[in-house]
C-alpha cells in the first residue's frame, strides 16, 4: 500500500507543474463537469481507473506492474466526486457555502436504471485508503475550500467480471444533483485512437468521421 501511496503523492505534485496538454487533461476536459446558473455552482467529476491509467503513466515514473496493482483495485468502482455550492455572487467564487449531498444524488446506469451507492462495509479497504488519505487531501491541496467540501460515491462497477461502465465502450450514463443532471456519452473521445488527415496528416479526434478542413473521409 505505501506504493500506492507513493505514486498518487508523485503524480499529484507532477500534475500541479504540468505544462503540456496531455492524454488525462483531455480526459479531464471530458470526465469532469462543472455548471453555475446565477449564484450555485457544482462540480461532478467522474473519475474511471483508465484516468489514473493514464496519468500516472504519463509521469514516466511507476512500473507497468505497479500501474496494474492501482488500477486493478479500482476496476471494481465507479467512483465520482461532487461539489455543491452557493457563491455570495455570480461572480465571486472566493467567498461561498459548501451545501450538503447527503441527500439528492442519484446515479442512473447504462440501462437507465437507479444505481444505490455503496457502504464503506462494501468498499475495499485499500480503496478507503486511497479515497481518504490521498485523494481527498489531494483534491483539498488544489482548490482548497471548494475541495475540502467534495463529497465522494462509490458504486458497484463489475458484474460477471466484466466492467459495467467502462469508458471504452459505448453507452451513456447520469447523475443528477438536486435535479441538475449531468451526462456522460461513452467512449470518451480521449480514449479513442486518433485520425490523421491524409492531406496535411494533422492528427483529429477519433469520432471524427470527416476532416472539418478538406471534407475528405478519415
Known sequence: MKKIVFLFSLFAALQLFSQEKTQADKMLDEIQKITQIQNNMKIVWWIPSDYWQVAIRETGRATEEQI???TTLLDDYTII???DYTLDSPEDTVDFKVNSLSKG???YGLQGQRVQPLNESQIDEKVLTIINDILKPLFTQMLGKMGSGLTF???NNKTDGKMIIDP???GSFRLEVKNEV????LP??????EKTC???QKLLPGNYVYCPIHGNKL
Open 68 to 70: 496494474a496493482v492501482i
Open 81 to 83: 466526486v461532487a461539489g
Open 105 to 107: 444524488v442519484v446515479l
Open 153 to 155: 460515491f462509490v458504486y
Open 168 to 170: 471504452r465502450k459505448p
Open 182 to 185: 449531468f451526462r456522460w456519452d
Open 188 to 193: 470518451l473521445i480521449s480514449m479513442m485512437t
Open 198 to 200: 491524409p492531406v496535411d
